[in-house]
C-alpha cells in the first residue's frame, strides 16, 4: 500500500512543489486548498509529471473545523501530514489592525494546532506518522514590517518543539521545514499596509523598495523546499529543523549567537533603513 500525505495551501508554491515531488516518489497525495477554483496549476503540474492518478485533490480550510473534518474524513489513514498553508502581512504594528493580526494568526498558528490535532489520534493509533510544519527563517529573524507574520512563525516553532517531546514514543516524527528566500505567491498576494500620513510612511518608502529588491535577487526555486519535505517524509528518524537555502542557514547558525544590536545595524544597512530618522 501506497503511503499516504496530506498536504494543505497547494494551489500554488511549496504546497503544489510538493504534491507533485511526493507522488514521483510513489506516494498517494491529498493535495488540498481553501478554493479548489485554484487548482489548474496543481492540476497541469501533476498532468505534466505524469502523476495525476496519485493525487486526489480536496478542498481544506484550516481555519473552519468542518472543513478539516470533511477532508480527512475523504482521505482515509494518513502516513503524513504537511502544514504548508500560510498568509502574510506586511506594515508597521501600530499600522496594521488587530483583526489582520488575528487573522495571520488563526491561519499560520491556530489552523496549524487544528489540523494536527484532528489526524493525531489515528497516527498515535497506528503508532506512526509525520507531521510537518512549513515554517520559515523569519522564526528567528525579526524585520521591520513583519511583526505578524514572523511572530505567527515564533509560535508555530515553539508549539513544534513541545509537541515532539510528547509524541515521539508514539512513533510521530515532528518536523520543521524553515525556508529562506523563495519565488513564491506569498508576498505577491499579502496586502501591505502602508498609510501615506501614517508615522512609519517614510520607513515604508525606504525598506518596501528594498525588500523587494532583496527578494528578488536572493529567492530561489521553491522546488528546493519541495525536496526537502520529501527527504525529511522519507527519513526514518528525521531532526526536527531543516532551514532551507543559504540565507536561512546562516540565520539558523547565527541566531542566539550573535548580538541583536549586531544583527539589526546589519539589517538597518542592508535595507538602507540606517537614513530613517523621524
Not at 489552523?111 to 497506528?126: I, K, N, S, W
Not at 505578524?148 to 515532528?174: D, N, Q
Not at 549586531?262 to 538602507?272: Q, T, W
Request: aromatic residues 6%; charged residues 25%.
Amino acid at each position: 500500500m501506497a503511503r499516504s500525505v496530506l498536504i494543505t495551501g497547494c494551489s500554488s508554491g511549496f504546497g503544489l512543489d510538493a504534491s507533485v515531488a511526493l507522488a514521483q516518489k510513489g506516494w498517494q497525495v491529498f493535495p488540498t486548498m481553501r478554493n479548489l477554483d485554484k487548482r489548474e496549476r496543481l492540476d497541469k503540474a501533476l498532468a505534466g509529471a505524469g502523476v495525476a492518478d496519485r493525487a486526489t485533490v480536496l478542498q481544506l480550510d484550516v481555519d473552519d473545523a468542518a472543513s478539516i473534518t470533511a477532508a480527512l474524513d475523504r482521505a482515509g489513514r494518513l502516513d503524513a501530514v504537511v502544514n504548508n498553508a500560510g498568509i502574510s502581512l506586511g506594515g508597521a504594528f501600530e499600522d496594521v489592525d488587530e483583526a489582520d493580526v488575528r487573522r495571520v494568526m488563526e491561519t499560520n498558528f491556530f489552523g496549524v494546532l487544528a489540523l494536527t490535532r484532528a489526524v493525531l489520534p489515528g497516527m498515535r493509533a497506528q503508532r506512526s506518522g509525520h507531521i510537518v510544519v512549513v515554517s520559515s527563517n523569519s522564526a528567528f529573524d525579526g524585520a521591520p514590517g513583519m511583526s505578524a507574520y514572523t511572530a505567527s512563525k515564533w509560535a508555530v516553532e515553539g508549539w513544534a518543539e513541545c509537541l515532539a517531546y510528547e509524541v515521539t514514543k508514539f512513533g510521530i516524527h515532528v518536523v520543521l521545514v524553515e525556508p529562506g528566500s523563495y519565488a513564491t505567491d506569498i508576498w505577491d498576494s499579502s496586502p501591505r499596509i502602508m498609510p501615506a500620513d501614517g508615522p512609519y510612511a517614510e520607513m515604508g518608502a525606504i525598506v518596501e523598495p528594498a525588500v523587494d529588491k532583496q527578494v528578488i535577487r536572493r529567492a530561489r526555486d521553491p522546488r528546493e523546499v519541495a525536496d526537502v519535505i520529501v527527504k525529511a517524509l522519507e527519513s526514518s528518524k528525521p531532526k526536527l529543523r531543516w532551514p532551507v537555502g543559504p540565507d536561512a542557514r546562516i540565520g539558523h547558525a547565527t541566531h542566539g549567537i550573535m548580538p541583536f544590536g549586531v544583527r539589526k545595524a546589519i539589517v538597518e544597512r542592508v535595507l538602507g533603513l540606517h537614513r530613517w530618522k523621524p
